[in-house]
């Protein structure tokens, strides 16, 4: 069977479906208790159809159209309390996962977007010293010229600096995020500022040889905080693309899903920052030695995308199982 004939043969149940997750709002009592035999119906008809989408058509659009339905659709069927904590497990041990999961082409492209213009900017920062020194604040560069770094934090102020680090970097992760909402464009642009910056910073401090001393200083939190940018750019450029390209829904209903998506993307980046800022504040700039900053680093990054990559796929396995069992 063709892809365009296995769309055809089932649109139909699929649009109804979709009028009726639309109709809810989120709620299933504020269906009829028609329209909930019949959501039930089709959402266990369409399980099965993604079951054979995700077999046949892996890589086609409208497998990933209909997934997006199908866990609109979970949503509602499976609806419970917001303080159920049944629920909130859930939500903790497989939704979220899965949904960071679904994000990471996206997030892919943010990391290459912020790496391409960090290697970029680090080789014409070595080509060009001068003017990579200008585009760092003058108090910066009078450090640089003492042979001094920016990166000490007295260890009195470390209680204070750890809030405002914090805040900083969920407010860099909150304008990635947002900046999809200008077709991506504000989020595009954030990411290029942000790996122009560190490439030119890091050819800066290599031509004074102190850039063993910063990666040093990274060492601890910079896997978490890197990762943190490049899923909320994902997520903001995710925003744009339901913008400029929404597909068979209107651009209204195509940016609702993104973004519901994209905000739970953004529930696990804040408290991921939250720990890097904690990191950064009392860790980052010790005296504790390098093999103890660099081990909290790559377990703390090893920690954060062994979540992302594995929670949750039992559960998700065993659902495809089911919905395949009910194609046969």
């Known amino acids: 069977m063709t892809i365009d004939r296995f769309v055809e043969d089932r649109r139909a149940r699929w649009a109804k479906l979709g009028q009726l997750v639309a109709r809810a709002r989120g709620r299933v009592e504020r269906l009829s208790a028609d329209d909930v035999l019949e959501l039930g119906r089709l959402y266990r008809a369409t399980t099965s159809d993604l079951a054979i989408a995700r077999r046949d058509f892996q890589r086609d659009v409208a497998t990933e159209r209909l997934n997006d339905l199908v866990a609109a659709a979970h949503a509602l069927v499976y609806s419970e309390a917001p303080t159920s904590g049944r629920r909130l497990r859930r939500f903790v041990v497989s939704e979220l996962p899965a949904t960071v999961r679904s994000q990471l082409p996206w997030s892919g492209a943010a990391f290459a977007i912020f790496a391409g213009f960090a290697i970029a900017t680090f080789l014409i920062g070595l080509a060009f010293p001068d003017a990579a020194q200008n585009a760092l604040p003058e108090e ?61 910073l890091f050819a800066v401090v290599h031509g004074y040889g102190l850039a063993g001393g910063l990666l040093t200083f990274i060492a601890g939190h910079g896997a978490l905080e890197l990762s943190a940018t490049f899923l909320s750019g994902g997520a903001g450029l995710r925003l744009g693309w339901a913008i400029l390209r929404p597909g068979d829904r209107s651009r209204r209903d195509s940016l609702r899903l993104a973004g519901a998506q994209a905000v739970r993307v953004l529930m696990l980046v804040i408290p991921v920052l939250g720990v890097a800022g904690i990191i950064e504040s009392f860790l980052s700039p010790s005296g504790a030695p390098v093999i103890v900053k660099a081990a909290v680093g790559v377990a703390s990054g090893l920690l954060l995308w062994t979540y992302i990559l594995l929670a949750g796929r039992r559960s998700v396995r065993r659902d495809d199982a089911v919905a395949s069992a009910a194609t046969t």
């Open 140 to 200: 910066s560069r009078q450090q640089l010229a003492q042979r001094q770094l920016w990166t000490d934090i007295p260890e009195g102020l470390r209680l204070v600096a750890g809030p405002l680090i914090i805040v900083n970097n969920v407010r860099v992760a909150v304008v990635l995020f947002a900046g999809g909402l200008t077709a991506g464009v504000l989020t595009v642009y954030g990411l290029v500022a942000n790996g122009a910056m560190l490439g030119t």
